[in-house]
């Protein structure tokens, strides 16, 4: 359980994690935010945002670590977060910013994939 619980707190963080990095330009396309927007407001914004990340995944850092009982490695918690950031930002790009998914993204999941098969399959 602790993995499941893991992966689900990464997921949830990397959701505020985007929506902190990249959320306030979807504000800015739609108009709530404009080029006179103070960038300390919207540094501060992102900050707000951010918190709630850290509070999702450092738990789940410490649920998942090995060291701490849990079932990854710190290489395979690092890979397990990479690839759920990349997974979150694509699915946010595409219907935040309808960003269409060309072949190279597929790719690119493709290596992500063989990433994770070179971290879990060998010991």
Same mark, same amino acid.
């Given at each position: 359980?602790? %993995?499941?619980?893991?992966?689900?707190?990464?997921?949830?963080?990397?959701?505020?994690?985007?929506?902190?990095?990249?959320?306030?330009?979807?504000?800015?396309?739609?108009?709530?935010?404009?080029?006179?927007?103070?960038?300390?407001?919207?540094?501060?914004?992102?900050?707000?945002?951010?918190?709630?990340?850290?509070?999702?995944?450092?738990?789940?850092?410490?649920?998942?670590?090995? %060291?701490?009982?849990?079932?990854?490695?710190?290489?395979?918690?690092?890979?397990?977060?990479?690839?759920?950031?990349?997974?979150?930002?694509?699915?946010?790009?595409?219907?935040?910013?309808?960003?269409?998914?060309?072949?190279?993204?597929?790719?690119?999941?493709?290596?992500?994939?063989?990433?994770?098969?070179?971290?879990? %399959?060998?010991?």
């Amino acid at each position: 359980m602790n %993995g499941l619980y893991t992966i689900l707190l990464l997921l949830a963080s990397n959701i505020f994690m985007t929506l902190a990095w990249y959320g306030h330009l979807k504000l800015q396309q739609t108009g709530f935010f404009t080029n006179a927007t103070p960038l300390i407001f919207v540094i501060l914004l992102s900050w707000g945002i951010a918190f709630f990340e850290y509070c999702l995944q450092v738990p789940a850092n410490r649920i998942g670590f090995a %060291g701490n009982g849990g079932p990854f490695t710190l290489m395979q918690l690092k890979v397990i977060q990479e690839v759920i950031t990349l997974v979150v930002f694509v699915v946010f790009s595409a219907i935040a910013f309808q960003m269409p998914l060309r072949w190279n993204h597929c790719v690119a999941f493709l290596l992500l994939i063989g990433a994770v098969y070179f971290v879990f %399959g060998f010991k």
